[in-house]
C-alpha cells in the first residue's frame, strides 16, 4: 500500500518541490496551503502519478486545521509522514525598527501553526507507528544569529528544541522526529520577507549558488525512506557558499 504524506506550505519552495518529488516516489499526498489556485494546479499537475488530496489552510486558524484533519478519510486516513514545512520570515530591519504585527505573524505561523499541525496529526502517526515520521523544517536561523533575525530566529530554534523534546514523547511509539535546517535556499521565501523586493532578492541570492527546493525535498525523501530503526534527528545544510560571519566587534558599543 502506498504511505501518505502530509506537506504543509506545498504551494511553492521546498513543499511544492517535496510534493512533485514525493509523488515520483509514489507517495500519497495531502498538501495544504492558502493559495487555492495553486494547490488546484499542483493536484492538477500530480493526480495522474498518485492519489492527491489539497486542503485549503491557513495553519494560523486553529479551527480550519484541526476540523480538516479530523475529517479525513480512506485512502489519506492512515498518516506516515508530516513535513511540518509552512512558515515565514517576515522583515529584517533589527528588533528596535521592527514591526510588531511581523512579530506575531512569525510566531503564530511558525510556532504556534506548526504545534496545531502536530496536534491535530499526532494520534494518527502514532497509530501509524513504526516507520511514521515527523520531519520539522527549521533553518540555520535557529541555530545562528544574525542582526535582524530577532524573532524569526527565535521561532526557529523552537522548532529545533520541540522537535527534540518531542522525540523523546514519542519514545517507544515508532514515530520519528527529525529536524531539518537549511541555509541559504532560492524559494520565495526572500520575496515574503521583504514584501516583494525583487533587487534585495537578487542581491542575496545573485552568484551565492544557493541549496534549490529540489536540494531539500530530495534530502526530505532520504530521511522518510530510511529504514525503520534509525532517525535522523538534525540535520543542518548550507550551500558550499554561504559560512559562519566573524563575530562583529562594533568599538563604539
Ligand atoms: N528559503 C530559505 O532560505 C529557508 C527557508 N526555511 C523554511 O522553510 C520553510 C519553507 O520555506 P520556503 O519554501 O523557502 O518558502 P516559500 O515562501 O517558497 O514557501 C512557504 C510556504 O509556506 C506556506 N505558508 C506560509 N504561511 C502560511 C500559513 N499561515 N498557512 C499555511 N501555509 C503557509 C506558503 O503557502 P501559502 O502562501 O499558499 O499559504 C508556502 O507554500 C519555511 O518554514 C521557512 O522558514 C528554512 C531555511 C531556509
Ligand atoms: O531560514 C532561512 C535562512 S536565513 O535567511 O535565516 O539564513
Known amino acids: 500500500m502506498n504511505k501518505t504524506a502530509v506537506i504543509t506550505g506545498a504551494t511553492s519552495g521546498f513543499g511544492l518541490a517535496s510534493a512533485r518529488i514525493f509523488a515520483d516516489a509514489g507517495w500519497n499526498l495531502i498538501l495544504t ?25 491557513d495553519v494560523c486558524d486553529k479551527e480550519a486545521v484541526l476540523a480538516a484533519f479530523n475529517q479525513l478519510s480512506a485512502p489519506f486516513d492512515q498518516i506516515d509522514l508530516l513535513i511540518n514545512n509552512a512558515g515565514l520570515a517576515l522583515g529584517t530591519e533589527p528588533a528596535q525598527r521592527s514591526d510588531l504585527a511581523q512579530w506575531h505573524t512569525m510566531i503564530d505561523t511558525n510556532i504556534k501553526g506548526l504545534t496545531t499541525v502536530t496536534h491535530a496529526l499526532l494520534p494518527k502517526l502514532i497509530a501509524t507507528g513504526k516507520g511514521a515520521s515527523i520531519i520539522n523544517i527549521g533553518s540555520i536561523a535557529g541555530q545562528w544569529p544574525y542582526p535582524g533575525g530577532n524573532v524569526y530566529c527565535g521561532t526557529k530554534a523552537f522548532v529545533e528544541q520541540f522537535s527534540l523534546a518531542l522525540r523523546c514523547d514519542l519514545s517507544g511509539t515508532g514515530v520519528r522526529v527529525t529536524c531539518l535546517a537549511p541555509g541559504l535556499s532560492e524559494s520565495e521565501f526572500t520575496l515574503v520577507r521583504t514584501g516583494g523586493d525583487k533587487k534585495a532578492y537578487d542581491a542575496l541570492y545573485g552568484g551565492a549558488d544557493a541549496i534549490q527546493p529540489e536540494d531539500i525535498a530530495e534530502t526530505l525523501l532520504w530521511i522518510a525512506q530510511l529504514p525503520a530503526h534509525l532517525n535522523i534527528n538534525q540535520l543542518e545544510i548550507m550551500p558550499v557558499s554561504q559560512s559562519w560571519a566573524p563575530f562583529a566587534i562594533k568599538r563604539d558599543a
Not at 40 to 56: F, G, P, R, W
Open 33 to 57: 496551503g492558502r493559495r487555492e489556485e495553486r494547490l488546484a494546479d499542483i493536484s492538477e499537475e500530480l493526480s495522474s502519478k498518485t492519489s492527491v488530496l489539497t486542503l485549503v489552510m
